[in-house]
């Protein structure tokens, strides 16, 4: 086994104690079943996801779907709680202040299963790993740092090679933004149009605008507190909570392989805040020429208040 992946054993059998419960599958996860049917609880059961980052959106992400019944996931993350994680992150407590997050989520989802299978990378998806992170997995899920462009556009690359659909929900505002990706649409660096030479602040842009096309946060959120520099910007923990949600559905049509999943160039947003959704389909990705100008005002102001 690579010292990048960790396959966290099982817990050994220990006979229950007074107040405890011997587990049940079937048991615990019976109220999922007129949503979804016996069959297919089994389906997700056997199925893997892939969670980046067991931040923000990660945790609540690993939370949602082991609550589905998902039984298989590998989960990547090299950072550790600190205080500037409280208002949002799901492991993020007191006792957790300073453990490594995916030590913490890891714990937190055997809580809800404890017959999880777990392969945790604790460096993080890096270069050497992505394929190892990939192996065996039927779904990608987004919860990787919003700042981490380059990595991201490795990973989408690679999930698409093996065919995987990937689901990314962010949190912005008081809203959740959604994309899917799948062979059925755009490949990533096609829909954000991201390329090769463009400068960070560029490529930070155009993941922004192509993100949230519809922008139903824009009326409320103050982009003078996103910090480039320092790679942090306004967030709330119920739009992670939204995201979860949303992405949790879209996981169950991906997985299950029943409803309409409807892939990039569609977008999704719902803000709870303003009570407005908006669907939609970009023609054209983020070349659209409505798109181009946005990201040209967006690095326009950015500009100005750098100065």
Same mark, same amino acid.
């Given at each position: 086994?690579?010292?990048?992946?960790?396959?966290?054993?099982?817990?050994?059998?220990?006979?229950?104690?007074?107040?405890?419960?011997?587990?049940?599958?079937?048991?615990?996860?019976?109220?999922?079943?007129?949503?979804?049917?016996?069959?297919?609880?089994?389906?997700? #059961?056997? !199925?893997?996801?892939?969670?980046?980052?067991?931040?923000?959106?990660?945790?609540?992400?690993?939370?949602?779907?082991?609550?589905?019944?998902?039984?298989? =996931?590998?989960? *990547?993350?090299?950072?550790?709680?600190?205080?500037?994680?409280?208002?949002?992150?799901?492991?993020?407590?007191?006792?957790?202040?300073?453990?490594? &997050?995916?030590?913490?989520?890891?714990?937190?989802?055997?809580?809800?299963?404890?017959?999880?299978?777990?392969?945790?990378?604790?460096?993080?998806?890096?270069?050497?790993?992505?394929?190892? =992170?990939?192996?065996?997995?039927?779904?990608?899920?987004?919860?990787?740092?919003?700042?981490?462009?380059?990595?991201?556009?490795?990973? /989408?690359?690679?999930?698409? &090679?093996?065919?995987?659909?990937?689901?990314?929900?962010?949190?912005?505002?008081?809203?959740?933004?959604?994309?899917?990706?799948?062979?059925?649409?755009? @490949? =990533?660096?096609? /829909?954000?149009?991201?390329?090769?030479?463009? !400068?960070?602040?560029?490529?930070?842009?155009?993941?922004?605008?192509?993100?949230? @096309?519809?922008?139903?946060? =824009?009326?409320?959120?103050?982009?003078? $507190?996103?910090?480039?520099?320092?790679?942090?910007?306004? !967030?709330?923990?119920?739009?992670?909570?939204?995201?979860?949600?949303?992405?949790?559905?879209?996981?169950?049509?991906?997985?299950?392989?029943?409803?309409?999943?409807?892939?990039? @160039?569609?977008?999704?947003?719902?803000?709870? /805040?303003?009570?407005?959704? #908006?669907?939609?389909?970009?023609?054209?990705?983020?070349?659209?020429?409505?798109? $181009?100008?946005?990201?040209?005002?967006?690095?326009?102001?950015? *500009?100005?208040?750098?100065?």
């Amino acid at each position: 086994m690579s010292m990048d992946l960790l396959e966290i054993p099982l817990p050994s059998d220990v006979a229950p104690g007074p107040n405890e419960v011997h587990w049940d599958y079937e048991r615990a996860f019976c109220r999922n079943l007129g949503i979804i049917n016996e069959h297919e609880q089994q389906h997700l #059961r056997a !199925s893997r996801v892939a969670i980046v980052g067991m931040g923000g959106v990660g945790g609540v992400h690993l939370m949602t779907l082991a609550r589905l019944g998902i039984e298989r =996931f590998t989960i *990547a993350d090299l950072d550790t709680f600190e205080l500037a994680n409280f208002n949002r992150q799901y492991g993020a407590k007191v006792d957790a202040i300073g453990r490594p &997050k995916v030590e913490v989520m890891a714990d937190e989802v055997r809580r809800i299963n404890p017959d999880t299978q777990l392969r945790v990378l604790p460096k993080g998806v890096t270069d050497d790993n992505i394929e190892l =992170f990939l192996d065996g997995v039927d779904l990608l899920i987004d919860g990787i740092d919003y700042f981490a462009i380059d990595m991201r556009r490795k990973l /989408y690359r690679a999930a698409a &090679k093996r065919n995987i659909p990937a689901i990314m929900a962010g949190p912005v505002g008081c809203s959740a933004a959604w994309l899917v990706f799948s062979r059925d649409g755009m @490949p =990533f660096d096609r /829909y954000f149009d991201l390329h090769d030479g463009q !400068s960070e602040m560029e490529q930070l842009a155009a993941f922004t605008i192509g993100l949230a @096309p519809a922008a139903l946060q =824009f009326p409320y959120v103050d982009i003078s $507190r996103v910090n480039i520099a320092e790679q942090y910007g306004p !967030s709330v923990g119920l739009a992670c909570q939204l995201c979860a949600g949303v992405a949790g559905a879209e996981a169950l049509k991906l997985l299950l392989a029943r409803g309409t999943v409807r892939s990039v @160039p569609n977008y999704a947003q719902f803000d709870a /805040y303003r009570g407005k959704f #908006r669907r939609g389909r970009l023609w054209g990705g983020n070349r659209h020429p409505l798109q $181009r100008l946005k990201r040209w005002w967006l690095l326009r102001t950015v *500009a100005r208040m750098s100065r």
